[in-house]
């Protein structure tokens, strides 16, 4: 491994499972003074995901405010296109472009403060085992199947028939 790697796994940071997130977010962010009423509804609704995450820290703060202007500005266009309708003067709205953009760059903010879901199923906590001897004392194998009592031999016995 060369002296000055910063990381053993190239440069890549190590991506956590969704049991080893810590659920309470060590760092508070607390929102810009600069955001209007409506990005702060928007900053308020996303915030608490993304701390959970631990994607929202002071460093990351104005890439979370792009976020919210993104979100904000989609949704903005969106409502014009509403309003106006998919064609205009028998052309297609200039805005279903913009719209069709700022979804897509949308999506990619969206996807780098893990606020997306990732399709793969979500691990959950496994329950306490017990001491592998007690189990299968308790008539469970290890893979956790009831075993079917066997008959017990004596010395001198011939096999159990079915």
């Not at 297609?92 to 893990?114: D, G, N, Y």
């Amino acid at each position: 491994m060369p002296q000055n790697s910063p990381r053993p796994t190239g440069g890549r940071r190590k991506r956590l499972r969704p049991t080893e997130i810590d659920l309470e977010p060590s760092v508070q962010v607390t929102a810009p003074t600069s955001l209007s009423s409506a990005e702060l509804a928007v900053w308020d609704r996303l915030a608490p995901s993304a701390l959970r995450m631990g994607t929202l820290t002071p460093e990351t703060v104005p890439g979370f405010i792009l976020l919210v202007q993104t979100m904000m500005a989609r949704d903005e266009a969106a409502a014009v296109l509403a309003r106006d309708g998919l064609v205009v003067n028998r052309t297609v709205h200039q805005v279903s472009t913009h719209v069709r953009q700022m979804t897509q760059r949308l999506e990619s903010l969206l996807s780098r403060f893990s606020l997306l879901p990732t399709g793969r199923p979500v691990e959950r906590p496994r329950p306490a085992r017990v001491d592998d001897v007690d189990e299968w004392e308790s008539g469970h194998d290890f893979y956790g199947v009831v075993r079917k009592p066997q008959p017990t031999r004596e010395r001198g016995m011939s096999r159990p028939t079915a």
